[in-house]
């Protein structure tokens, strides 16, 4: 059973940095592209970045840009996503995800929500001094 487990979460002030880690389990890791998406208070969710299966291709949505680095460590079915200058509006849930058979992260295709069937349950981030 494919699973997703996010983790790296919490309270951080602006300016400050954090690294998630989503940890995946029941299916061959490095054939599946992973996403990151983010939903805050009263918004919907969007998304931020992803990566193909080997990690050649990786892409960002604007809120992510120059900031957000995705990484992956096949050997250890883990993704990463590390987040720099951080600022009170990146507080939200992050959310990884594997998207539906077929789908590769490109720099050319936005990350969207209906592209991705099996999500992680979330890790909260919160951006506050």
């Known amino acids: 059973q494919l699973q997703l487990v996010e983790s790296g979460g919490g309270l951080v002030q602006p300016g400050g940095s954090l690294t998630l880690s989503c940890a995946a389990s029941g299916f061959t890791f490095d054939w599946y592209s992973i996403g990151w998406f983010r939903q805050a208070p009263g918004k919907e969710r969007e998304g931020i970045s992803c990566?193909?299966?080997?990690?050649?291709?990786?892409n960002y949505e604007d809120p992510a840009k120059g900031r957000f680095t995705i990484s992956r460590d096949n050997a250890k079915n883990t993704v990463y996503l590390q987040m720099n200058s951080l600022k009170p509006e990146d507080t939200a849930v992050y959310y990884c995800?594997?998207?539906?058979?077929?789908?590769?992260?490109?720099?050319?295709?936005?990350?969207?929500?209906?592209?991705?069937?099996?999500w992680g349950q979330g890790t909260q981030v919160t951006v506050s001094s």
């Open positions: 995800a594997a998207p539906a058979a077929g789908y590769f992260c490109s720099a050319y295709v936005a990350i969207q929500e209906r592209d991705f069937d099996s």
């Open positions: 990566i193909s299966g080997s990690g050649s291709s990786t």
